[in-house]
């Protein structure tokens, strides 16, 4: 547990955290401010509060809304580039600029037809500073709520449109999000749920780089489920984190976990040390493949619950120490937020209270753990297909290479490395096996990532590129990692050919959005699926490794 401050009041939680290192890491929450103001009333106030390596200190904050202020999560891109959301009802968004807490208006919220409708937002994701998320949930208008998710362009915020499971077909029919992250800018995934009368179910969203999706996903072993939380090692390992078997819609319930290994979604159900049954998770986070710690609470008593962390090895969830105040155990002690520090340590936040009696204070909770081991989690192509978006090809590092079939962009092929902690410095970039030249290279767009571009490269061409001394900021170093590029231009449906199969599909697509369904027929990567993409395949047609 870490010494953390507290504003003048009975009733204090921190419900973010995001931690950039061990020396640079921010939480947000909330309190209720004493009575006062022109109604003689309390209210709720923002508040954030920073580490600097030795002690937290709270930080000036704004309150937007006319009431309900709250900050619920926040995101750290940079020192000078920190975003928070809050509110309930009115939902707003804060940016941290090195030196103050600044509003971000959102744009009035549209619902079928009506302007302005209240808004719950719940969470935040970003892949750099122009491409950021929130997720949460609107008035449906009758009486309940239906998912939103907007998106800043690093210009302003979008409300961009989300499925929703169904309609309301009678008495309540509510559903909405409450976590997102996001591994690119054409995978997204957002976690929740929808709820038929007093049953909730899970509810997982995607979003392809053009289009949000609704992926199927299971429920608790009871036939309920909640999502709260997701975090990501990579494309093929993704935990969310919730509860089920829930007795109503605002008693806590049992943990639950789901797991996607690219293909489903699956349940798992991690150990449960309360008598009573009720041990809610809140937050995951990942440190790496098969890696996951995740936290919230588990009930102790008739009165009382203690904080709550598991960790998934790539084969069970078990049960890890974490610390409680002191007390008579029956105060209410729940952890609401992971974050993990550039050195793999994980940061966690929530409220603790000694007493059922007592006043509910900030809580924090630090565990230090050996950095996560550097290694490469993996490497994409990525093109910008003119305003429609940016679209990855996976270049596995294993059997056979990816297959480019789109043309270069200004001479270029681009890729992308990412790694399982950030990366620090990288030595070298060279073509070990094919025809092509580095014409740059350079870290990011994400800390842990690494973008080479590369030019001169033939049409049906293998091309290995290697990256030699990448180090993270621990120190610990790679060397010889490497990625295969084979490029086939016009081999639209990845057999390794052009064909008379390619010239059928993009003649089938030509005129159609591009999506990440059919972007490989874009070959021109313009945005657009016409008869020069067509011309292209044909032209290509015959070639092949």
């Known amino acids: 547990m870490v010494n953390s401050p507290n504003p003048p009041s009975s009733d204090v939680a921190l419900t973010g955290v995001a931690p950039l290192s061990g020396t640079d890491v921010w939480a947000v929450g909330s309190y209720i401010a004493a009575a006062g103001g022109t109604d003689g009333s309390a209210s709720s106030r923002t508040l954030a509060m920073h580490w600097n390596g030795a002690s937290w200190t709270i930080t000036p904050t704004v309150n937007p809304a ?100 169904g309609t309301r077909t009678g008495g309540i029919y509510s559903q909405g999000l ?37 992926v199927p996903s299971p429920d608790g072993p009871t036939g309920d489920g909640w999502l709260h939380s997701i975090a990501a090692a990579n494309p093929n390992d993704i935990w969310a984190v919730g509860e ?34 009720v041990n809610p ?48 155990g029956t105060g209410e002690n729940p952890l609401l937020d992971l974050g993990r520090d550039a050195a793999g340590g994980l940061w966690a936040v929530g409220k603790k209270q000694s007493t059922a009696t007592g006043p509910s204070l900030t809580l924090v909770e630090r565990a230090t753990f050996a950095p996560t081991a550097l290694a490469m989690s993996n490497v994409v192509s990525r093109k910008t297909h003119g305003a429609t978006g940016t679209f990855d090809i996976d270049l596995p ?33 060279t073509i070990s096996a094919g025809t092509a030249n580095v014409a740059s290279r350079a870290l990011g767009p994400n800390p842990n990532q690494y ?5 001169g490269i033939p049409d049906v061409q293998h091309v290995v590129v290697q990256l030699d001394g990448v180090r993270n900021p621990a120190g610990e170093a790679l060397s010889g990692v490497s990625a295969q590029l084979d490029v086939v ?20 697509a030509a005129g159609a ?9 874009d070959v021109t990567a313009n945005g657009s699926i016409n008869s020069t993409d067509v011309a292209v395949v044909k032209a290509r047609s015959g070639g092949g490794l």
Do not use: C
């Open 244 to 277: 089920y078997d829930k007795v109503d819609l605002t008693s806590d319930a049992k943990a639950l976990a789901l797991h996607w290994d690219g293909v489903a979604w699956t349940a798992s159900v991690p150990p449960n040390p309360s008598p009573f049954g």
């Open 513 to 521: 959005a591009v999506t990440a369904a059919n972007f490989r027929a």
């Open 397 to 429: 590092t294993a059997g056979a290479p990816g297959i480019e079939s789109r043309l270069p962009i200004n001479g270029e092929h681009v890729l992308v490395y990412t790694f399982t902690t950030d990366v620090a410095s990288v030595d070298n970039a």
């Open 451 to 455: 973008t080479v571009h590369l030019t």
């Open 178 to 214: 409450e976590s997102v992250v996001a591994l690119t800018p054409n995978n997204v995934w957002a976690v929740g749920h929808y709820r038929v009368g007093n049953t909730p179910h899970t509810l997982i969203l995607h979003w392809d780089g053009t289009a949000w999706t609704i």
């Open 281 to 328: 998770l809140h937050s995951v986070v990942a440190r790496g493949p098969n890696d996951f710690y995740a936290a919230g609470s588990w009930q102790k008593g008739v009165d009382g619950s203690n904080t709550f962390t598991v960790h998934w090895d790539g084969a069970t969830w078990t049960q890890v120490p974490s610390d409680n105040p002191a007390g008579d």
């Open 66 to 165: 006319t009431s309900g202020n709250q900050l619920k999560k926040v995101i750290a891109l940079a020192s000078n580039n920190v975003w928070s959301l809050g509110g309930d009802g009115q939902s707003y968004t804060l940016r941290w600029d090195g030196a103050n807490w600044l509003h971000i208006p959102l744009p009035p919220i549209n619902n079928n037809g009506s302007s302005n409708v209240a808004t719950f937002l719940e969470d935040i994701a970003a892949t750099s500073g122009s491409d950021i998320w929130l997720v949460g949930a609107m008035d449906n208008l009758n009486g309940g709520t239906q998912t939103l998710t907007l998106h800043w362009n690093g210009a302003q915020w979008m409300q961009i449109p989300n499925p929703n499971i």
């Open 489 to 508: 231009v016009g081999d639209v449906n990845a057999s390794r050919a052009v064909n008379s199969s390619d010239i059928a599909i993009s003649k089938a």
